[in-house]
T-cell receptor, first 110, second 113 residues
Framework: GEDVEQSLFLSVREGDSSVINCTYT??????LYWYKQEPGAGLQLLTY?????DMKQDQRLTVLLNKKDKHLSLRIADTQTGDSAIYFC??????????FGKGTTLSVSS | DAGVIQSPRHEVTEMGQEVTLRCKPI?????LFWYRQTMMRGLELLIY????????DSGMPEDRFSAKMPNASFSTLKIQPSEPRDSAVYFC???????????FGPGTRLTVT
């Protein structure tokens, strides 16, 4: 099917690592994206990975890409309460708009 | 750049009324997208435009919904007549070509009573 799939909820304690997983559909996607939506706001691009990479690190964020399994993950190290948000993964498909997952709500408790 | 601008930020209207949502994309972006977000259905793509031309409107729920992009700096999403089930947050986003990263506006929260 055409769905990008994510788990709906993740709950972690402050200071722990968070791992948000996503499976996508198009093996020819060039870029895969992670967006963050804070309460009452629009989606903002958090990070992205080029499809010929298997890992990208950006400060507390690590993106892992397994092209064989079409699996994308976002790891947030030392998760803070300010990281509480909805996280969307998205893939590009040739000739069409980005395909977004339904979003994973991350809840961080202190 | 001011980013994607949407107006109004909040709209409360009665069932049966016409609602018009507005969007100004980022200058230089040639793709524009309208999304709807609800708790039940998540983020749904309604329609998108390339160079002011509608490309894919398969996500538009029904004939009550219409979207226009008369020029590169303005788009509208109209609902007529509105129904309570149209209550949602409507986002506009823009990008360079359609497959590139999208920049989202702050959204319009629509409540239809």
């Amino acid at each position: 099917g055409e769905d990008v799939e994510q788990s709906l909820f993740l709950s972690v304690r402050e200071g722990d690592s968070s791992v948000i997983n996503c499976t996508y559909t198009d093996s020819s996607s060039t870029y895969l994206y992670w967006y963050k939506q804070e309460p009452g706001a629009g989606l903002q691009l958090l990070t992205y990975i080029f499809s010929n990479m298997d890992m990208k690190q950006d400060q507390r964020l690590t993106v892992l890409l397994n092209k064989k399994d079409k699996h994308l993950s976002l790891r947030i190290a030392d998760t803070q309460t300010g990281d509480s948000a909805i996280y969307f993964c998205a893939e590009d498909q040739a000739g069409t708009a980005l395909i977004f997952g339904k979003g994973t709500t991350l809840s961080v408790s202190s | 750049d001011a980013g994607v601008i949407q107006s109004p930020r909040h709209e409360v209207t009665e069932m049966g009324q016409e609602v018009t949502l507005r969007c100004k994309p980022i200058s230089g972006h040639n793709s524009l997208f309208w999304y709807r977000q609800t708790m039940m259905r998540g983020l749904e793509l309604l329609i998108y435009f390339n160079n002011n031309v509608p490309i894919d409107d398969s996500g538009m729920p029904e004939d009550r919904f219409s979207a226009k992009m008369p020029n590169a700096s303005f788009s509208t999403l109209k609902i007529q007549p509105s129904e309570p089930r149209d209550s949602a947050v409507y986002f506009c986003a823009s990008s360079r070509p359609e497959g590139y990263e999208q920049y989202f506006g702050p959204g319009t929260r629509l409540t239809v009573t």
